[in-house]
């Protein structure tokens, strides 16, 4: 049996990688969609602060283990993610409450051109005409998916742009501090989710009750509704883990990118769990056309010249003719 490559062996963790965050993704939404639907749990804050605790718990106990080690990272830079993050959350909550579905859906696919954005800006990313064009193609893909009626107003708009533009930065900075630091997934949820469970669980309620008009200790807690806020802690824990290795892995390009076959899934999956709103033709349109942008990005990307780091030192040729060239003037003056 031939030896399995080098190549062949990050292709599989990778996918791997992929696979874990689309089903504690997908699993996570089903399961919250279920608890505030169904048995009317409508604090997300609160909840996703829950998340955090609980992932907090999990880093404790792989560390007095020894699964994680001790590493450090700056306060200064601690903060800043923590900012991002927070508002990323506390943008996506009231941009969906003050916006239509569809202008929310809107600003969820601009995430996009941002991260597209801030790459290029910060770490000089050149991107070929097909990459550009099929991320094109999944914009428009989910956007017939998803995008139905857009209305919106200014509140609703300045929500909206600190939820896109706090989302694009976290995601790019967990890349940069896991480059930067070279801290592995665990190493950075070990640093951050304490610090984001702490001001989360300190500020959720507060938010919930301006979104909700309803008390997080008011809620008539009984045995299913507690299974399944455990449930989605728990299926938290994996989300949470696996972004940030997808992220360390690939870029958060490539995360919003490909991220979006779990809205796809999202979609189908309601539809046979909740039949609520069915898969008419114009959805359908929309998925094809989205997993095809998808392949195509998948494909473009890993082309050479397909999604590289500029580099502005002369090309080498060049400089061997200007070094011969100095070579010659030199030799000249010596004669």
Not at 66 to 95: D, K, W
Not at 173 to 193: D, E
Request: charged share 15%; with cysteine; glycine share 8%.
């Amino acid at each position: 049996m031939a030896p399995v490559s080098k190549a062949d062996k990050k292709a599989a963790v990778d996918a791997a990688a992929w696979m874990f965050n689309v089903v504690t993704s997908v699993g996570i939404i089903i399961v919250n969609k279920a608890l505030m639907a169904t048995y009317g749990y409508s604090f997300a804050t609160t909840l996703t602060g829950l998340h955090f605790a609980t992932t907090t718990l999990m880093t404790i106990v792989l560390r007095c283990l020894g699964y994680i080690q001790p590493s450090h990272l700056p306060f200064t830079e601690l903060l800043r993610f923590i900012l991002f993050a927070n508002f990323s959350i506390v943008g996506m909550n009231v941009s969906l409450m003050w916006n239509s579905v569809g202008f929310y859906q809107i600003a969820k696919l601009s995430m996009i051109p941002v991260s597209c954005l801030l790459e290029m800006v910060f770490d000089k990313i050149r991107y070929s005409r097909d990459t550009k064009l099929s991320i094109g193609l999944v914009l428009v893909g989910v956007g017939v998916c998803t995008v139905t009626d857009v209305s919106v107003n200014t509140k609703g708009f300045v929500a909206a742009f600190v939820a896109v533009w706090s989302t694009a930065l976290q995601q790019y900075y967990v890349h940069y501090l896991q480059r930067k630091y070279s801290l592995n997934s665990f190493n950075l949820l070990g640093h951050t989710a304490p610090a984001q469970a702490a001001t989360l669980l300190v500020v959720g309620p507060f938010l919930d009750y301006w979104l909700t008009e309803k008390r997080v200790d008011m809620y008539d807690y009984n045995l299913v509704s507690v299974l399944f806020i455990t449930l989605s802690c728990t299926i938290a824990i994996g989300t949470n883990l696996s972004q940030f290795i997808c992220i360390g892995r690939f870029t958060a390009v490539s995360f919003q990118v490909l991220g979006h076959m779990k809205t796809i899934l999202v979609l189908i999956m309601g539809f046979f769990f909740f039949g609520r709103e069915g898969l008419n033709l114009h959805v359908v349109v929309g998925m094809i056309i989205a997993v095809l942008g998808m392949i195509w990005y998948g494909n473009a990307s890993s082309k050479p010249g397909g999604k590289e780091r500029r580099n502005y030192s002369l090309p080498t040729t060049r400089q061997q003719k200007l070094g011969a060239a100095s070579d010659s003037d030199d030799n000249e003056d010596n004669a």
